[in-house]
Structure formats: C-alpha cells, structure tokens
C-alpha cells in the first residue's frame, strides 16, 4: 500500500499483513499531519486481511466486505482509492485472454464497489511473435463517469513508464 499527499507526504506500507483500520489509522496520521490525502494505492486487494472473521464466511464475502471497507475509506477521507487485484489464471487458459467485467465477478463485490474498473492486456505477453511490441491496452471495463473504452499505451520497460502513444517523439 502507498500513500501519497501531493508530494508533501509520502508512506508506503508493505506490511505483508494489513487490515483496512490500519489502512485507516495511517491515513489519520497523515491527514493530521498534512490537512489531506489525495490517493491511496492498495497493492493488492487480496492481501488485506478481514477484521474479523465470520464462521461460515467464505473468502469472496472477505473480498466483498474489504471493498466495502475500501469505499468508506475513500468517502471518509475524500480520496481516490486504486486497489490492484489479480484476476485468476483461468484468463490464461482461454482463447481470448483481455480481462472482461466477468472475471472481476469471481474475485467478489469490484463490480458492485468500483467507480471504475481497468483491464490491462499486452499480446505481446502472450505472443511472441506479435508486431504490438510493448503496446498496452488499458480497457475500461466500468465507469460512472464516462464511456467503456480503450486506449493503447506504450510501456517502456526500461524505466517501468507508460507513455502515450499519439506523441511522435517515442
């Protein structure tokens, strides 16, 4: 997890073990000590441990609950929360492997709880032989606020940077 205040605060936490009241005890501490968060990056979702857990719970209802808990955090703080998940390999093993709203329905409630859902695809992961050489697709698979739609970045792995592709000078 990384927080982030407008380059005035930043605090990772890699806590291999977190809760989101931890993930909000942090946020308190720099919200008292800057005025405001403005991003919060979980890295990933299904690392966050529940706060407590439910006899007869399964871990999708975990997931479900921690998302619940995610948007709390985000209203509470008036903050963007990016949470990274993985989508399971069951992508790898079909035809067309660019991530859909579906294989979120496996991992529990992103669906419901995303303002906003990303899918990243590379062919050139999948195929060697491929002519889109470093070409990322970014998917909107969700959006409250506009269209799904995609658009192709450039990523240059030397420097781990997506950049735009309309911009000739790359």
Same mark, same amino acid.
């Given at each position: 997890?990384a927080l982030h205040q407008a380059n005035v605060d930043e605090r990772y936490n890699d806590n291999p073990v977190i809760t989101t009241s931890q993930i909000k005890g942090d946020l308190q501490d720099i919200q008292a000590r800057c005025g405001s968060v403005s991003l919060v990056i979980v890295d990933y979702v299904q690392l966050i441990e529940?706060?407590?857990?439910?006899?007869?719970?399964?871990?999708?209802?975990?997931?479900?609950?921690? @998302?619940?808990?995610?948007?709390?955090?985000?209203?509470?703080?008036?903050?963007?929360?990016?949470?990274?998940?993985? @989508?399971?390999?069951?992508?790898?093993?079909?035809?067309?492997?660019?991530?859909?709203?579906?294989?979120?329905?496996?991992?529990?409630?992103?669906?419901?709880?995303?303002?906003?859902? @990303?899918? @990243?695809?590379?062919?050139?992961?999948?195929?060697?032989? +491929?002519?889109?050489?470093?070409?990322?697709?970014? +998917?909107?698979?969700? +959006?409250?606020?506009? +269209?799904?739609?995609?658009?192709?970045?450039?990523?240059?792995?030397?420097?781990?940077?997506?950049?735009?592709?309309?911009?000739?000078?790359?």
């Amino acid at each position: 997890m990384a927080l982030h205040q407008a380059n005035v605060d930043e605090r990772y936490n890699d806590n291999p073990v977190i809760t989101t009241s931890q993930i909000k005890g942090d946020l308190q501490d720099i919200q008292a000590r800057c005025g405001s968060v403005s991003l919060v990056i979980v890295d990933y979702v299904q690392l966050i441990e529940p706060m407590r857990r439910e006899r007869g719970e399964n871990r999708v209802q975990e997931i479900d609950s921690i @998302l619940k808990q995610l948007r709390a955090i985000a209203k509470q703080f008036n903050c963007a929360v990016l949470g990274l998940a993985q @989508l399971k390999r069951e992508v790898d093993s079909r035809y067309e492997k660019r991530p859909t709203k579906a294989d979120f329905r496996e991992l529990g409630g992103f669906e419901q709880e995303a303002a906003v859902m @990303l899918g @990243l695809y590379r062919e050139d992961y999948y195929d060697k032989q +491929s002519t889109q050489k470093g070409i990322f697709e970014v +998917s909107v698979l969700k +959006s409250r606020f506009s +269209s799904e739609t995609t658009v192709n970045l450039l990523f240059d792995e030397r420097f781990g940077q997506f950049k735009n592709l309309a911009k000739s000078n790359y």
